[in-house]
């Protein structure tokens, strides 16, 4: 089971990536998902986060409880939500957005320029797939097949191939940091 | 009441297959697949988004939404709509629902069949917008004046939202009596898995048309069991829909003695029923010390507190109410029998637990767990309950 935080500021698309994910989970990798987002007037700028439960399991308690995941990608939901992430949790940064404050042992912090590589893409409304690629290739928490799959319908058709670019420069990303940080035998992630 | 024939769902409105999907757009999509073409509403966090999509999919689809001034108007608009031919619903949330009320007692006794669909958020008032609640059991039942009944059911997923949109519709037309579906933000909010079958898999009930000749129509028959057949207003036939005191013509009958017939009807439709219409979850109920009552998400936030007591060797049954109107008092009275204990967590001071002590009579403890609107109950303090009440 993970339990996952995708957060930011509104607008960056903090909620799609819950629900792209949750969609390529549930309709395409044979599993459950739950999300649940912030909604109103906190979704609308400040610290926004969304939620995403995955199990192989159906799923009653629609909330993280400990975190095993966070994205941040501003620094006040990084503020905000990286002492709710567990011991040993995954932390994934917008690393020109945050600076990162806390135990650097207590949890396995990965770096992600997602909105650089997204304007290299041409436009910065690309970096949460790049977020995306990168979460996919770090936690292995949902195929990237799935994950393209479920991009139609969640990102303008017009745009459906840069955001599939998107998210492989962000896998790429993704398991190159994977590979060069060496896994810590913490417990949370994917156990809990 | 006598069994009615069931059709398949117009495909025009079923948008089958796998979607990932909120409780509010669920409830638009089990709406469409049940037949409802006619959607008059007013926005109101959290529901709107059951509107949106209504709207979105209207002209695909062959219906018609209308946003209103108000709520007021909204509900009396759909029991025009209704008395039009069609299947007919609306969508809103505390301050909406209570503005509703009125036309909630007319529709009750000009027995339209109508759905309303109530997205609960912490009240009194305006309350809490955007957070969750499960404040307005209680004005489901009573909210309008006078003596009536109505239907009341409780969706816990997206999936369910869907699913009992399309029962709420078979029930109206059925007993010809409002039915609500009281949700709450965070079903209504919250994306799921959501499977739409093939249309020919979905059953829904066709209004049961009068088929009689012009000039012998009556909209009603107060038998306290069935319900007459309706027509179409404009097709020819003479009636009277009023919300004074009426014969089975529909016209004004200001007595004592029309009223009792009337009010009797209205509710014995329904009490005489009641056992086909109430739908209840169990899981452990048969040799339980302790039942947890719940209903809506506080029955998913509830299953948590449950394993762990469970876990730690606790006898603990689960009761979740599908439909909570009517309220399922010949099971409470069966179950207080043997249980040492119902504990009844939901979101607002206690409102169904009044009916779980009502039909307990004592027989057995029955325990509070109240958690005002805003946020989902924290499972500890149910389990703490748990724990007490199996002392």
């Given at each position: 089971m993970w339990e996952i935080k995708f957060s930011g500021f509104g607008g960056q698309g903090i909620v799609r990536c819950a629900l792209i994910t949750g969609k390529a989970i549930s309709l395409y990798d044979g599993k459950f998902a739950t999300m649940t987002q912030s909604f109103g007037p906190e979704a609308r700028g400040g610290a926004c986060q969304s939620q995403l439960i995955i199990s192989e399991t159906r799923i009653a308690y629609p909330y993280c409880t400990v975190p095993g995941v966070l994205v941040a990608l501003s620094q006040?939901?990084?503020?905000?939500?990286?002492?709710?992430?567990?011991?040993?949790?995954i932390l994934i940064y917008e690393e020109d957005l945050v600076k990162p404050s806390g135990d650097p042992q207590r949890v396995r912090r990965y770096a992600l320029p997602a909105t650089r590589f997204a304007e290299e893409l041409g436009n910065r409304l690309f970096a949460n797939l790049v977020t995306l690629g990168c979460f996919s290739a770090i936690t292995g928490a949902v195929t990237a097949e799935a994950m393209k799959k479920a991009l139609p319908g969640l990102v303008p058709d017009r745009f459906l191939k840069k955001n599939i670019q998107a998210f492989d420069k962000g896998y790429e990303h993704g398991l190159a940091l994977r590979d060069a940080v060496p896994a810590e035998p913490a417990t949370a992630g994917a156990a809990q | 009441m006598p069994a009615r024939n069931t059709v398949a769902a117009d495909p025009k409105g079923v948008d089958s297959g796998a979607h990932f999907m909120d409780g509010d757009h669920a409830l638009a999509e089990g709406a469409l697949a049940a037949g409802c073409r006619f959607f008059?509403?007013?926005?109101?966090?959290?529901?709107?988004?059951?509107?949106?999509?209504?709207?979105?999919?209207?002209?695909?689809?062959?219906?018609?939404?209308?946003?209103?001034?108000?709520?007021?108007?909204?509900?009396?608009?759909?029991?025009?709509?209704?008395?039009?031919?069609?299947?007919?619903?609306?969508?809103?949330?505390?301050?909406?629902?209570?503005?509703?009320?009125?036309?909630?007692?007319?529709?009750?006794?000009?027995?339209?069949?109508?759905?309303?669909?109530?997205?609960?958020?912490?009240?009194?008032?305006?309350?809490?917008?955007?957070l969750t609640a499960q404040q307005d059991m209680m004005q489901a039942r009573w909210g309008s004046h006078g003596d009536y009944r109505i239907i009341a059911l409780v969706p816990d997923s997206p999936?369910?939202?869907?699913?009992?949109?399309?029962?709420?519709?078979?029930?109206?037309?059925?007993?010809?009596?409002?039915?609500?579906?009281?949700?709450?933000?965070?079903?209504?909010?919250?994306?799921?898995?959501?499977v739409i079958p093939e249309a020919e898999e979905i059953r829904v009930v066709e209004r049961n048309w009068y088929q009689g000749p012009k000039g012998e129509y009556r909209p009603y028959r107060f038998t306290g069991r069935d319900v007459a057949p309706m027509v179409k207003a404009g097709d020819g036939h003479r009636f009277h829909?009023?919300?004074?005191?009426?014969?089975?013509?529909?016209?004004?009958?200001?007595?004592?003695?029309?009223?009792?017939?009337?009010?009797?009807?209205?509710?014995?439709?329904?009490?005489?029923?009641?056992?086909?219409?109430?739908?209840?979850?169990?899981?452990?109920?048969?040799?339980?010390?302790?039942?947890?009552?719940?209903?809506?998400?506080?029955?998913?936030?509830?299953?948590?507190?449950?394993?762990?007591?469970?876990?730690?060797?606790?006898?603990?049954?689960?009761?979740?109410?599908?439909?909570?109107?009517?309220?399922?008092?010949?099971?409470?009275?069966?179950?207080?029998?043997?249980?040492?204990?119902?504990?009844?967590p939901e979101i607002n001071y206690g409102q169904m637990v009044l009916e779980v002590e009502r039909c307990a009579a004592g027989q057995c403890k029955v325990v509070s767990v109240n958690h005002c609107g805003g946020a989902v109950h924290d499972p500890e303090v149910i389990l703490a309950a748990i724990q007490e009440a199996a002392k």
């Open positions: 006040e939901a990084y503020d905000k939500y990286e002492p709710g992430l567990g011991d040993g949790g | 008059a509403g007013y926005p109101i966090t959290p529901s709107t988004e059951t509107a949106e999509r209504f709207a979105e999919r209207c002209p695909a689809v062959g219906g018609l939404f209308i946003q209103m001034e108000d709520e007021i108007a909204s509900a009396t608009a759909l029991i025009g709509g209704a008395w039009g031919g069609q299947k007919v619903m609306t969508v809103t949330s505390g301050p909406g629902f209570s503005l509703m009320m009125e036309t909630i007692g007319l529709a009750a006794t000009t027995e339209t069949p109508l759905v309303i669909a109530d997205v609960q958020r912490g009240g009194p008032s305006t309350g809490l917008p955007t999936q369910e939202c869907f699913d009992l949109a399309i029962e709420a519709f078979n029930l109206s037309e059925i007993y010809r009596v409002p039915v609500f579906i009281m949700t709450d933000e965070t079903v209504g909010h919250m994306h799921e898995k959501v829909i009023t919300g004074l005191t009426h014969d089975e013509r529909g016209y004004p009958a200001l007595t004592a003695e029309q009223n009792d017939k009337v009010v009797r009807h209205l509710i014995e439709k329904i009490d005489s029923n009641a056992e086909s219409i109430i739908r209840v979850e169990e899981d452990g109920i048969e040799g339980a010390d302790v039942v947890v009552l719940s209903y809506g998400i506080t029955s998913r936030i509830a299953i948590r507190a449950v394993q762990e007591a469970r876990q730690a060797g606790l006898k603990v049954g689960v009761l979740r109410l599908i439909t909570v109107w009517p309220f399922c008092e010949k099971k409470i009275r069966e179950l207080a029998g043997k249980v040492k204990a119902i504990v009844v």
